[in-house]
């Protein structure tokens, strides 16, 4: 099993990134997928979460309105479409999946909003 995450990078504040993650290794159309992301001195915290087929999703209250979760069952691919970039969601994100027994992260890809 393995989750890649990629499209990090350096952006203005107000600017938009979209993250990938690419998946393997299990029936990606069968399980739910989720973003999380840890910036520096801070817990790990939920940002984003879809269903399976159905794309039900669910955001943290500092994202709302601003980043967008999907998913392409066909590609093995979940995104994490930010736009309005703030400097706090400076953090490293991290694609998560999980599984039985256990859960699967990603490496993380690193996002830093500055001027």
């Known amino acids: 099993v393995q989750v890649v995450e990629s499209g990090g990078g350096l952006v203005q504040p107000g600017g938009s990134l979209r993250l990938s993650c690419a998946a393997s290794?299990?029936?990606?159309?069968?399980?739910?997928m989720r973003w999380y992301r840890q910036a520096p001195g801070k817990e790990r915290e939920l940002v984003a979460a879809?269903?399976?087929?159905?794309?039900?999703?669910n955001y943290a209250d500092s994202v709302k309105g601003r980043f967008t979760i999907s998913r392409d069952n066909a590609k093995n691919t979940v995104y994490l479409q930010m736009n309005s970039l703030k400097p706090e969601d400076t953090a490293v994100y991290y694609c998560?999946?999980?599984?039985?027994?256990?859960?699967?992260w990603g490496q993380g890809t690193q996002v830093t909003v500055s001027s």
């Open positions: 998560f999946v999980q599984l039985i027994p256990r859960g699967y």
């Open positions: 290794g299990f029936t990606f159309s069968s399980y739910d």
């Open positions: 879809i269903t399976t087929v159905g794309g039900n999703t």
